[in-house]
């Protein structure tokens, strides 16, 4: 029997006694062990409130877990407060309340949004760093995304040259028109430009080779997946502190790729990338002991120096920042 079918027999007996002129005292001990509207009201909500509010919270946590929870103009908005952080640690912090990493700040590749291009192909991007690129225009890009396979099979040049790096190649420029322009519009019109380290002149031991270019969307150079070069990571097998030195001078690693041990030996799982009819995906890093070709990253995630001829369709595997 619930309390308020016990106070309202108990008010019921009450004003039936009352008229009797006599209240028993059973009566009157159930009426006082019942409490009033008030008291009731208090004891029903103050627990279910809380259930209710973190029942509430991690609602809202679940719905928010996944990036796809997420709009792109939400995704902006968060990358702009974690771009003007002011550090590392207070930009993870960020990262961490919204969701886009593990708990304990790593990511794994699972921190990942679907995508549709304009042909109707259904991708997915990865996060793959935080605060890590500088915006053309000023301040830190608060997020990196790396797609999560090709988006299409492109050369490098129309011939087997790397005359000019990546500022010069005809990979660039698609990646400006019409890569670009395969992107959702709610995307693309997020993305910011950023600036991006390349030998830009090709065969070349001269440490001065590498210059900023701006980009939307770019390839990835070898050192932002692998970290430091610290052997010849060319397959003539010659180490060379010169073509080290310009490999380094490439950019940072990415924390997806740090957290994940890439490394410039062996296969690496989480830089496993597959396109029909391509042996490998492109890095925007020219081979330095060639004339012809671009480093790359073979299907089966090891990168590469060789097998990379500018003139032969590989994988299109761009990054980009909000």
Same mark, same amino acid.
Request: charged content about 20%; aromatic content about 6%; proline content about 3%.
């Given at each position: 029997?619930?309390?308020?079918?016990?106070?309202?027999?108990? *008010?019921?007996?009450?004003?039936?006694?009352?008229? +009797?002129?006599?209240?028993?005292?059973?009566?009157?001990? *159930?009426?006082?062990?019942?409490?009033?509207?008030?008291?009731?009201?208090?004891?029903?909500?103050?627990?279910?409130?809380?259930?209710?509010?973190?029942?509430?919270?991690?609602?809202?946590?679940?719905?928010?877990?996944?990036? =796809?929870?997420?709009?792109?103009?939400? *995704?902006?908005?968060?990358?702009?407060?974690?771009?003007?952080?002011?550090?590392?640690?207070?930009?993870?912090?960020?990262?961490?309340?919204?969701?886009? +990493?593990?708990?304990?700040?790593?990511? !794994? $590749?699972?921190?990942?949004?679907?995508?549709? *291009?304009?042909?109707?192909?259904?991708?997915?991007?990865?996060?793959?760093?935080?605060?890590?690129?500088?915006?053309? $225009?000023?301040?830190?890009?608060?997020?990196?995304?790396?797609?999560?396979?090709?988006?299409?099979?492109?050369?490098?040049?129309?011939?087997?040259?790397?005359?000019?790096?990546?500022?010069?190649?005809?990979?660039?420029?698609?990646?400006?028109?019409?890569?670009?322009?395969?992107?959702?519009?709610?995307?693309?019109?997020?993305?910011?430009?950023? =600036?991006?380290?390349?030998?830009?002149?090709?065969?070349?031991? =001269?440490?001065?080779?590498?210059?900023?270019?701006? !980009?939307?969307?770019?390839?990835?150079?070898?050192?932002?997946? +692998?970290?430091?070069?610290?052997?010849?990571?060319?397959?003539?097998?010659?180490?060379?502190?010169?073509? =080290?030195?310009?490999?380094?001078?490439?950019?940072?690693?990415?924390?997806?790729?740090?957290?994940?041990?890439?490394?410039?030996?062996?296969?690496?799982?989480?830089?496993?990338?597959?396109?029909?009819?391509?042996?490998?995906?492109?890095?925007?890093?020219?081979?330095?002991?060639?004339?012809?070709?671009? +480093?790359?990253?073979?299907?089966?995630?090891?990168?590469?120096?060789?097998?990379?001829?500018?003139?032969?369709? $590989?994988?299109?595997?761009?990054?980009?920042?909000?």
């Amino acid at each position: 029997m619930t309390k308020q079918v016990k106070l309202g027999i108990a *008010l019921s007996l009450m004003a039936l006694l009352a008229g +009797c002129g006599a209240v028993s005292p059973a009566v009157e001990e *159930l009426a006082e062990q019942v409490p009033t509207a008030s008291e009731e009201s208090s004891e029903v909500t103050d627990q279910p409130v809380d259930e209710q509010q973190d029942t509430s919270e991690v609602q809202e946590s679940a719905s928010k877990y996944s990036l =796809d929870a997420y709009s792109w103009d939400e *995704l902006a908005g968060i990358a702009q407060e974690i771009g003007n952080a002011g550090s590392d640690e207070a930009a993870m912090e960020i990262a961490k309340q919204h969701n886009l +990493c593990n708990a304990d700040g790593t990511l !794994d $590749g699972t921190q990942a949004k679907s995508v549709t *291009l304009s042909d109707g192909t259904e991708t997915s991007v990865q996060v793959a760093g935080f605060s890590h690129d500088n915006k053309t $225009g000023g301040g830190k890009a608060g997020i990196t995304f790396i797609f999560a396979e090709p988006i299409a099979a492109e050369a490098m040049n129309s011939s087997d040259t790397n005359e000019g790096g990546w500022e010069g190649s005809e990979m660039r420029s698609w990646l400006g028109t019409e890569g670009i322009a395969s992107l959702p519009s709610d995307l693309a019109n997020q993305i910011v430009a950023v =600036d991006k380290l390349t030998n830009n002149v090709g065969e070349t031991v =001269d440490l001065s080779s590498v210059t900023t270019t701006s !980009d939307k969307l770019w390839l990835f150079s070898l050192t932002e997946l +692998c970290g430091e070069i610290d052997r010849s990571w060319s397959l003539r097998g010659t180490a060379d502190e010169e073509l =080290d030195a310009i490999a380094n001078a490439e950019g940072t690693q990415y924390q997806l790729f740090a957290n994940m041990n890439v490394t410039d030996t062996g296969d690496n799982p989480i830089l496993e990338r597959d396109y029909p009819g391509t042996f490998n995906w492109f890095l925007r890093t020219p081979d330095g002991w060639s004339e012809y070709g671009f +480093c790359g990253v073979m299907n089966y995630g090891s990168p590469s120096a060789g097998d990379g001829d500018a003139g032969r369709p $590989g994988g299109v595997v761009p990054g980009f920042c909000l």
